[in-house]
């Protein structure tokens, strides 16, 4: 414990300054070289697949799916929040994932019927299958801004 430690200390009057990095602006032959991002910026963006979000197909789902109203609640079931997700295969195949306001729902039995009815209708998709889940629980804050103005909650 009692082992002294030294500092050494060194005066310096300059220091050299760093290597300053350089960019050759032009090859051998003068040319300039083709600026990486002419390519970046002439692409043009990659489309989406119709299953994707923002193809014709999921879109349209969408679509048919803020066609639906609750019976109780003047407002449709995608901005109710009710619908959980969107899954689109290439062959056409979708699958809804929804809930309920609560298991007692009066349309419990009719409505995932009426959106697999109503999903199945849209050009592009084979076949619909709906599932209902009630994991998690719907609560108001899964509804979207303009279905809680359209309640009066905003």
Request: proline residues 9%.
């Amino acid at each position: 414990m009692s082992e002294e430690v030294k500092i050494a200390v060194e005066e310096v009057s300059t220091v050299a300054a760093p290597p300053k990095a350089r960019v050759d602006e032009a090859d051998a032959s003068g040319e300039r070289r083709r600026d990486y991002l002419d390519g970046f910026l002439t692409a043009k963006p990659a489309e989406p697949a119709q299953g994707e979000p923002g193809g014709s197909v999921y879109d349209g789902i969408i679509e048919a799916l803020k066609d639906i109203y609750d019976p109780e609640i003047p407002v449709n079931i995608y901005d109710l929040g009710l619908i959980y997700g969107v899954d689109v295969t290439d062959d056409g195949h979708a699958v809804v994932t929804m809930t309920l306001t609560t298991p007692h729902c009066p349309v419990a039995e009719s409505m995932p019927a009426e959106v697999e009815l109503r999903v199945g209708a849209v050009p592009g998709v084979g076949d619909a299958e709906v599932n209902l889940v009630w994991d998690p629980p719907w609560d108001p804050a899964k509804m979207s801004d303009e279905a809680k103005l359209e309640l009066g909650m905003l």
